[in-house]
């Protein structure tokens, strides 16, 4: 007997993504050959961008846990890393792994901490936090103190011989971060913890009824998202080769940014941050001239984008084709 | 000695961020939302002051006979055209829509003011001080401070429990659908629940003004000493909010006392102490 149904989560448009993207990955990895220097850096800061709103939409879209703090893992990172190689030697590429493990351990005992802050008070805890983390840093005067630090060019010259070949490397780190962060995402929606998510989402108390550990969930979300962060951080640093405890815990440059971008492109879905993404490069690209009105754009543009269309490009286009490109529900389906 | 005199410093500081708070508390109370751009609206309203004073040539504490009600009524606008359309839905689309105005508030100061730090000059009464004993002494203005954010809480505590518009605020509270078939508009309540905040603001900012150096950047530092107050003093309890202000004045003043770096950073560790410790805050009345 066949049964009386299946349950199917890829969908035809899904596999032509998954596809298609395998062809722009190949193109990516390959930029080094078809691009120029600046815009390989370009591309360096848009992978990381992407990684940051890709998490930061993890937690406030699919958790729950609306940050506006997650600058305080960024320049952590980017710390971890300057301390790594300036002081024990280790390779800066080895080190934005360590960063990430380390971003992760000291998520672990400050996460118990925020969580009993409620709802948007918790959004303003973790901005303490990263104050917490900024003043603190500037405190450490072998990092330079309030000034901050610039890589010794000792270290950076060891990444890899010659200037073209380090490059590269950067580059390739920046494109492995940004679809480790993707794949980690859609693969933490789609196994049991996602299923719990979404069911958080729905409602914490019936969730909770069926045996759903509330707290275990987003308390594992928010140190995954925490390693992330500060892998992303790390990176970013190595590219900057310079870090002060101003830059390193903006909140305009690491949340403000990282929120438009999520915001224009579609809370809660995956392709929302990385369409939002590219419409916040092409706008900086086009408009980042006019300075502080340019910050003031972003900001009406946010409000507009929230008041009329709360689920971004991305939800609309959802909402008007029911498109899905990366699979994460799940459908049932009935033989005919 | 100079223990005591950080300690009274301190005591006295954390009246005017009970003043920060005071506003951020009301309208959390009322309509369980959070504004990021609270203290970029203080920093606003101190700018508005230093525009009064130099436009009327008014007494920096005289100018809030304008700044306080052109605060509120931008308060119940920023209400009814920006907040109320997303208010009900979720927590998110609040939340964002303040951080995009605190966004836009602070550029906007910047495009309007340059980055230039400034101060209003209160005269003679920056300087005057009544010495309690030999090498103690307190200052009047931050004594006028701290008897202003008295006199304000306890004005904010007898509209919500004595008046009709704080019954309503009450109600609203509890049960907004109820409230509302009960003739209540909720739109009109939180306007006028943001202008009262406003208007707490607009104290606040000339106050500010007055004290220290200000420039578009400050407003984010404003908004958190006011958020460590409200939860450090426990939420919905206004006095509570009091006490939470001179516990982040006297951390203050007393990391300041050690150096000068740990100023900020000793208030932002007993905020995290006390939510280690009671996470309910020191007097939490609200669940």
């Known amino acids: 007997m066949t049964p009386a149904f299946s349950i199917e989560r890829s969908t035809r448009a899904s596999r032509l993504t998954a596809v298609l993207s395998l062809g722009v990955l190949a193109t990516l990895a390959a930029a080094p050959w078809w691009a120029g220097r600046a815009d390989i850096r370009l591309l360096g800061e848009v992978y990381s961008f992407m990684a940051l709103a890709s998490l930061w939409n993890l937690l406030a879209g699919y958790t729950g846990l609306v940050s506006v703090g997650q600058q305080a893992y960024v320049g952590f990172g980017g710390y971890v890393l300057f301390a790594l190689a300036m002081f024990l030697g280790i390779h800066p590429l080895a080190a934005i792994a360590i960063a990430g493990v380390a971003g992760a351990l000291i998520a672990i005992p400050i996460a118990p901490l925020l969580f009993r802050l409620q709802g948007a008070y918790f959004a303003i805890g973790t901005w303490v936090l990263a104050e917490v983390f900024r003043l603190v ?20 010259t060891g990444i ?28 933490l929606l789609r196994s049991r913890t996602g299923l719990a998510l979404t069911a958080l989402r729905d409602s914490e108390i019936a969730s909770e009824s069926l045996g759903i550990g509330i707290w275990r969930t987003k308390f594992l979300v928010y140190v995954a998202v925490a390693g992330f962060t500060s892998m992303t951080g790390a990176f970013i640093f190595l590219q900057k080769l310079r870090i002060s405890p101003d830059a390193a815990f ?23 941050p990385i369409i939002g993404t590219i419409l916040f490069f092409l706008l900086r690209e086009t408009l980042a001239d006019l300075g502080t009105t340019y910050l003031m754009i972003l900001g009406a543009v946010a409000i507009l984008v929230m008041l009329r269309a709360p689920k971004g490009l991305w939800g609309m286009v959802v909402e008007r084709t029911g498109l899905t490109l990366v699979p994460i529900r799940r459908r049932v389906t009935f033989p005919k | ?32 939302l959070v504004n990021i751009a609270h203290g970029d609206l203080i920093v606003a309203a101190a700018y508005l002051a230093l525009v009064v004073v130099e436009a009327t040539g008014l007494h920096p504490l005289a100018s809030a006979v304008i700044v306080v009600p052109v605060m509120a009524l931008i308060g119940y606008g920023m209400q009814r055209l920006l907040l109320n359309p997303t208010l009900g839905k979720d ?10 105005i605190s966004v836009i508030l602070q550029n906007g100061l910047l495009v309007s003011f340059t980055a230039d730090s400034h101060r209003l000059a209160a005269g003679s009464i920056e300087t005057a001080s009544i010495e309690i004993v030999p090498g103690l002494a307190i200052g009047i203005l931050p004594l006028m401070m701290f008897s202003a954010s008295v006199l304000i809480i306890w004005g904010l505590e007898l509209v919500f429990y004595r008046t009709s ?18 003739m209540l508009d909720r739109r009109h309540i939180f306007g006028m629940a943001m202008a009262l905040s ?13 004290r220290t150096n200000f420039d578009p950047a400050s407003g984010p530092a404003r908004l958190i000493f006011g958020f460590e107050a409200v939860i450090i003093g426990g939420l919905g309890n206004l006095w509570g909010t009091l006490a939470g202000g001179i516990v982040l004045g006297v951390a203050q003043a007393i990391g300041a006392q050690i150096s000068p770096g740990w100023q900020i950073l000793a208030g932002h560790l007993v905020f995290f102490l006390v939510l280690a410790v009671k996470p309910r805050g020191l007097f939490p009345r609200m669940d």
Do not use: H, K
């Not at chain 1, 840093?137 to 950076?156: D, E, K, T």
């Not at chain 2, 000695?1 to 508390?25: C, E, I, K, R």
């Not at chain 2, 927590?91 to 995009?100: D, K, N, R």
């Open chain 1, 137 to 156: 840093f500037a405190q450490v005067s072998s990092l330079g103190g309030g000034s901050g630090a610039s890589l010794p060019a000792g270290i950076v």
């Open chain 1, 160 to 187: 890899a011989a010659d200037r073209a070949l380090r490059e590269m490397l950067v580059y390739w780190t920046a494109l492995a971060i940004a679809v480790a962060t993707l794949a980690f995402v859609v693969m």
């Open chain 1, 250 to 272: 903006s909140v305009n440059d690491w949340t403000a940014y990282v929120i438009f971008i999520a915001v224009i492109g579609g809370i809660g879905t995956i392709e929302g």
């Open chain 2, 1 to 32: 000695m100079d223990w005591l005199n950080a300690l009274l410093q301190g005591v006295l500081l954390g009246g005017l961020y009970a003043l920060f708070a005071a506003g951020l508390s009301l309208i959390f109370g009322v309509m369980r």
């Open chain 2, 91 to 100: 927590l998110l689309s609040p939340l964002l829509v303040t951080f995009g």
């Open chain 2, 165 to 182: 518009l704080g019954r309503a605020f009450r109600a609203t509270s509890d049960d907004a659908e109820m409230a509302q078939l009960m």
């Open chain 2, 198 to 210: 406003a208007a707490v603001v607009a104290v606040a900012g000339i106050f500010l003004a007055i």
